[in-house]
């Protein structure tokens, strides 16, 4: 037993310098209030998703389309630990569904509702969080020219 205490004491010391360095580093947040510095580099994957998405669907790549909604609810669910709560599923849990049986289907037609629905998704949780000024549209240009969204054979 002995051992074991000595053993926590020096943990215990250990860990302090750390824990204060954390305190030193971050902004103080009032209780509850989300991480948004972190929010705020997953979103900007995000948006890079989305804009994937938006061509592979209307190039009818469905594996590309696919895998770009795979990854906008891995980046999600990352969302959803920060924030805790049902926020997201809120918001987007029904568009990222529909676009998925529409990604399933090889449904264009619902893979253009699903992709409004879930930029207006976008934009509701932005304004729900004090950010209706980011405002989420439907790309217009492909800006990835190294990348060919042609359906592979
Ligand atoms: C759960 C709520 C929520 C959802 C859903 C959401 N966002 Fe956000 N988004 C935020 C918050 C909060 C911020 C601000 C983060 C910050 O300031 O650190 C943000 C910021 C952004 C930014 C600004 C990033 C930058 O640095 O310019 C973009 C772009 C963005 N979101 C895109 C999207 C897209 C695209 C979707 C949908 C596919 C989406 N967001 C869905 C909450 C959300």
Not at 116 to 136: E, M, Q, V
């Amino acid at each position: 037993m002995k051992f074991l205490g000595a053993f926590f004491i020096a943990g215990a010391l250990l860990a302090m310098p750390t824990a204060n360095a954390q305190d030193a580093s971050t902004q103080p947040r009032a209780a509850g209030e989300p991480p948004e510095a972190d929010i705020g580099e997953i979103m900007v994957l995000q948006q890079m998703r989305h804009i994937k998405l938006w061509f592979a669907g209307r190039a009818g790549n469905w594996p590309l389309a696919d895998y770009e909604i795979d990854k906008l609810k891995e980046g999600f669910a990352d969302v959803d630990k920060l924030i805790g709560g049902d926020t997201v599923q809120r918001e987007v849990g029904v568009h990222i569904d529909a676009l998925q049986k529409a990604i399933e289907a090889k449904d264009r037609e619902a893979f253009t509702r699903g992709f409004d629905g879930l930029s207006a998704g976008c934009n509701s949780c932005h304004r729900l969080l004090d950010h209706a000024f980011i405002a989420i549209q439907r790309p217009a240009l492909q800006p990835y020219s190294n990348q060919s969204f042609a359906p592979r054979n």
